[in-house]
């Protein structure tokens, strides 16, 4: 029997969670940290957008209005240091690329494979890296970042699906974050090369940065062509004689017949949908999964999380810090960003989604409304400041670095993981292209908009993000229901039993053919 109260989901002992026999074996372990470097090219692409951004070379190439204003007095308005429409356009190209090329990677990955939509990923952003480190003109580069949006796509497309898959349901939660893990880790290490190569002779560090980027690249493209495909996207393509040896392989036993009868049954029910993206948006049964996958990415990014990664230190210099102090300050959030997201790893499948959903989300809303009362105590509508003290620079890296810390544990490895696990197979890959895409519009309008409006709202920025963190929390713990240790065949029942949802969840999955 299900006890429900509000967005809990508890199993009595007389109706546990289903369960697979299995163990974690030293494959699944090796092709999850493997599959998981396609988090790399995303995260990388996030942390170095924003040093090259504040390198003095690259804007007097690129930008120069934006390099003269930064030249000028120190008494300028720090609000609009960096406002122009072209460097947020440079930033934010890259993310509209992703939303188209999510849609079309939803198509790949269910018809070839999870293991070919991210080859082609790592190919695709290997050359946008090599384009963007050769670039002669602002349209060559706007040109690399397009492909390497697109090569984002079809990474955060498939890498999410491939972990959640490929996992065992009780180590679900840890391995899918793993994702997460090397987003951190990526933009960590672009940090750390910002900071060296802003100091090399010649100006032509900028290029050394964006190159780089070919690194991550080469890492999924080689991994690609070792890793196997799941057992469920094997099943779904006519496979079933594979599937059940690999999943015998993954899991580490023989008697793996009931998780592959429900994989086959999954499939069964797949083969009857003709249109998985008609079905998905025309079905009343999808109705919360799909509302789950809209909103939460939608709710990722007005955390304003992106603002501080992908901009950190233009923000930084924005408050006044020098240009050292900026990068330094960078590699402190994302040093803080990478450690935190372990807590998250450690605490998924022990806690649960949900808890970490809400302390997350009361955590940042305390500490972006701390980093709004500071900045507009010190710099006023004005931002007219010529000189910041020393514990002021402190104490705003410190509210910002807990800030990313209540992300780095939930809303940013746990916006991934929640929208991949919760689909049926015949509509799973068309699901995560919608959360992709939706991600990937926001992360656009976010990045597109927010030198313009930290111009034009000064300090109410950080109060917009605020208000936007304090709505998803208060939606979690009305309408997100737990889905730690349910195997991803069985998650429809977390929906049957939830207060809110089940009143979808009647009608029948597959809706007839016109």
């Given at each position: ?27 699944v ?44 007095i ?12 072209t ?37 695709i ?10 670039a ?61 190569t802003?100091?090399?002779?010649g ?31 094997m ?30 049954a ?108 500071l ?41 991934w ?22 991600n ?18 000064k300090?109410?920025?950080?109060i ?49 053919s016109?």
């Amino acid at each position: 029997m299900a006890v429900v109260s509000m967005g809990v989901v508890s199993f009595d002992r007389g109706s546990p969670p289903p369960s697979y026999p299995g163990k974690l074996t030293p494959y699944v372990l090796l092709t999850v940290l493997a599959g998981a470097a396609g988090g790399l090219i995303f995260g990388y692409d996030l942390g170095i957008s924003g040093g090259v951004t504040s390198m003095a070379p690259f804007l007097e190439k690129f930008f120069p209005d934006v390099y003269e204003r930064q030249q000028s007095i120190t008494s300028t308005n720090q609000y609009c240091k960096f406002n122009s429409p072209t460097l947020q356009l440079f930033t934010s190209s890259l993310y509209l690329a992703a939303l188209f090329a999510s849609l079309a990677a939803g198509e790949v990955t269910k018809k070839f494979g999870r293991r070919i939509s991210m080859m082609m990923a790592g190919f695709i952003f290997l050359f946008g890296a090599a384009l963007n480190a050769g670039a002669v003109h602002l349209s060559m580069l706007i040109l690399g970042r397009i492909l390497l949006g697109i090569g984002i796509g079809f990474a955060n497309q498939s890498v999410p699906l491939y972990l959640s898959e490929m996992s065992p349901y009780n180590y679900r939660g840890r391995f899918n974050i793993c994702f997460q893990l090397m987003i951190t880790i990526g933009i960590l290490c672009a940090n750390l090369i910002n900071f060296g190569t802003a100091k090399i002779s010649g100006g032509w560090g900028w290029r050394l940065s964006l190159g780089l980027a070919g690194v991550p690249a080469v890492i999924i493209l080689i991994a690609s062509f070792f890793l196997s495909d799941t057992p469920n996207s094997m099943v779904q393509r006519g496979r079933e004689i594979e599937a059940k040896a690999l999943l015998k392989r993954i899991r580490g036993v023989d008697n793996v017949d009931a998780e592959f009868n429900d994989m086959l049954a999954a499939k069964n029910e797949a083969d009857l949908v003709e249109s998985p993206w008609r079905n998905l948006f025309g079905t009343k049964c999808y109705r919360p999964q799909l509302a789950m996958s809209i909103l939460i990415p939608f709710f990722q990014q007005f955390t304003g999380i992106n603002v501080i990664m992908f901009y950190a230190p233009v923000l930084f210099q924005s408050l006044g810090f020098g240009s050292d102090a900026s990068l330094i300050s960078s590699v402190i959030t994302g040093v803080v960003n990478m450690f935190a997201t372990g807590v998250s790893i450690y605490g998924s499948d022990r806690w649960g989604r949900r808890s970490l959903f809400l302390e997350g989300g009361v955590q940042m809303f305390i500490f972006q409304s701390l980093i709004a009362g500071l900045i507009g105590w010190r710099f006023g509508v004005s931002g007219n400041v010529t000189d910041i003290p020393f514990w002021f620079a402190a104490v705003v890296v410190v509210c910002i670095c807990v800030y990313v810390m209540g992300f780095a544990w939930s809303w940013g490895p746990l916006g991934w993981l929640y929208p991949s696990e919760i689909f049926p197979l015949e509509v799973r890959s068309a699901a995560q292209s919608v959360t992709v895409a939706v991600n990937m519009a926001f992360t656009f309008i976010v990045g597109q908009c927010f030198l313009t409006m930290l111009c034009s709202m000064k300090y109410g920025l950080f109060i917009f993000f605020a208000f936007f963190v304090a709505v998803m929390t208060l939606f979690c713990y009305f309408f997100m229901p737990e889905t730690k240790n349910i195997p991803i065949e069985e998650m429809t029942q977390v929906w049957r039993s939830h207060w809110f949802w089940k009143r979808f969840m009647n009608e029948p999955k597959i809706r007839p053919s016109p």
